[in-house]
């Protein structure tokens, strides 16, 4: 799935950028893709809601996807701990997985 020139621009970005810059713009790509979510859940709940304006909204959220994800994985590159996240990641799947095994529905995961 990720190619070398991925993992080249993300380390020479990290690098460039240093760790104290990406925190804060991670940070605001947070944000954004949090306010994407709300956005779009919104168009979903509203029936007034046209299936252009979901589709643009739908566009926006994909987006701030892919920016949150490339300011995470400079973060795991300059931190140097990608398989500690990913370790932390099983756990969580697994830990969600016994929640919903067990009919609890007002979990969510993470």
């Known amino acids: ?7 080249r621009s993300i380390r020479d970005i990290a690098e460039h950028y240093g760790e104290y810059e990406q925190l804060i713009q991670t940070a605001e790509e947070c944000s954004e893709l ?12 509203d029936p007034d809601v046209d299936a252009e304006t979901q589709m643009n909204s739908k566009a926006v959220l ?9 300011m995470c994985e400079q973060l795991m590159h300059l931190e140097g701990c990608a398989g500690d996240v990913m370790h932390i990641i099983s756990e969580k799947l697994k830990r969600q997985m ?8 007002q979990e969510v995961s993470g």
């Open 62 to 70: 994909y987006g701030e996807i892919a920016d949150v994800l490339i």
């Open 1 to 7: 799935m990720i190619d070398m020139n991925f993992e």
């Open 98 to 105: 016994e929640r919903i095994k067990a009919g609890n529905r």
């Open 34 to 45: 949090a306010k994407a979510a709300l956005k779009l859940r919104r168009a979903y709940a």
